[in-house]
Structures are given as C-alpha cells and as structure tokens.
C-alpha cells in the first residue's frame, strides 16, 4: 500500500449547512405515468446527513468543478457521460457497477423502471441512453435531485426520465405499475428495511425485478469511520447478505441472482492514492470528492472494512411472483 492507511484516519466532524442559491433551477417534473404523490417524513437523518456533507453548496461544487476540467455546466451533452461517470455514477466501480447490474438484472428496451436513491442522476441516464428505459427517479436529498435534473436537460432525457423529491420508504405509487425497480448503494443509511422491501415489491407488476447493488455488513463486526454514508456510525444501518434476502423474501420477492463484487477493495485503493498523492496545485479530478470533502478518509476506512471483511459489496437480484 505504499502509505499506511490507518494513520490518516481522523476523527468524525459535523460540516455546517450552508445557504443555497440554486444555480440550475430544474423543475422537479411530473411523469405522464405516474398518479401519485411521495411524502418526506420517514428518513429525514438520511436527508440531513448528505445535506451537510458540503461546506460550499453541492450544486456550485459541481458546477466549479466542470469549470476547472474545462466544460461548460450548461453546455453539456451525451458525449459527456464518460467524463461525468467518475461522480454521477456515485457508487464504488461507477458505472462498471451499473453495466453488470443491468446484466444480472436483465434490463431491456422499453422497461419502465423506478430508481431510488437516484442521487445525481448517472445511472439513470445510462439506463434512459444505452438500454432504452423509461425511468422515474427518486432521491430525498434535494441538491442531487437539482444537479441531476439540469444534466439531464442538458442531456435532452427529460422526456424519458422524471426526477421527484421523496423518501423511499413513504410514499405512494401505483402498485404494480414498474418492470424494475432499482437500487444502487442506496439503502445503507434505511434501518426500516422490510417497509422499504415492502413498498418496492408492491410497485412492481407480477414477474417485475428488483436489483440491487448495495453494501452487505461483514461477518467481522464493527466498522471504521468515516465512510461515505456515516462520518460516525449514526447514519449506519447495514444488514447482511443474508439478512437482506430474508428481508425481500418476507415480502414476497424470490432472490434469483446473487454475486459478491471483489472489485471493491482495489477500486478504493485506487480512489485513496489519487486522492493521496494529488499535488494540491493541480485541479481536483472529477470525482467523489467534489461532494465528499472528507473523500480521502473515508476511502481509508473503506480500504480497513474491506480488507478486515466487515463488509462486502454485492449484487442481489429479486423477481416479484
């Protein structure tokens, strides 16, 4: 590893919230196809956590940081998925992690799929431009929802994908109106994991997917902080694989695929030596740390969970009966 990772570990610290101007001014659109309203009452820590990540606003973080990479925030297009994918595909592997989802999942032209915890948009217009879906996309962080509706206007998707501001374990949608729903690495912070499991299942039509790609706790307890979804713990709430298929299994959902993503710990290694050995002339390279200021960190402590096996990431992939 060249510099010992554990030494760099700092204490948790709690960044202040700072006023906002939002600076891309989406509308949070209405689908055609959806007939329901979401509330936000159930995870609002959730909310609050990612909210208070920043010391600058998350919205003029990214705009700066495309600046300094020389492109031009409101002149965006389609030939700029690969440069946005190191942070827009906010989930370990990027979209390495959502190709292989689609795989197992089986996603294809024409599905209608409800993205929660969509966060800045990435996955869902990978979905949206390289695998023909219509998609609904739902985040209960506000600022990610802003970024990932003005890219995706710049992307000319609004027709095809619907961004709404909601919690993913209270609200009210059709039921069986969705062929997938879809989840990436964004249930680690959801402690009420079986009404969540229970509210997706009930959305999906008979033969419908859930995929999942998320983080499982290890058979090693404890975990070091920060990481990305907890600076201390508080914020944590993780189940094991195992625990996880009994949760989706108790609602109705067959488990019929399954892989566990050995990827994880060398892709952290990589993300802690960028981070690490980056001179601090140069700009910032398009990536977590842009929303993430304590990025360097948390790659330490996931570079320890890993490498300790306290937790795992993995693909699970359900079907409705």
Known sequence: MGLAIDTILQSPI?????????????????GARRAAALDFLG???VANYWSKQQLVDPIRAVRQAMRIHDRNPDDLTRDDRGFL???????CLNDDATHELVRLAGVGPGAYVLDVG??????????????GCEILAVDITRDFLEIAS????RFNLSDRITFVHGDAINYRFPKRSFDFVW???????????????RNLCSVLRSGGRLALYDIFEGPNPGLHFPVPWSFDGTTSALLTETETIARCEEVG?????????FRALSWFEMEWHRTATRQESKPAALGFEVLLPRWRDMCASQILNLSQDRL???YLVFEKE
């Open 312 to 314: 795992r990431f993995g």
């Open 150 to 153: 003005g890219i995706t206007e």
């Open 43 to 45: 995870n609002r820590h």
């Open 85 to 91: 994918a190191t942070l827009d595909e906010f989930h």
């Open 183 to 197: 989840m990436q690495v964004a249930a680690a912070n959801i402690s009420e994991r079986k009404i969540l499991y």
């Open 253 to 261: 959902l067959r488990c019929v695929a399954r892989r566990t993503e």
């Open 14 to 30: 709690r960044l202040p919230l700072v006023p906002k101007a939002s600076l891309w001014r989406p509308e949070i659109r209405r």
């Open 118 to 131: 969509c966060g800045l948009g990435g996955p869902s217009r990978r979905l949206a431009t390289e695998y």
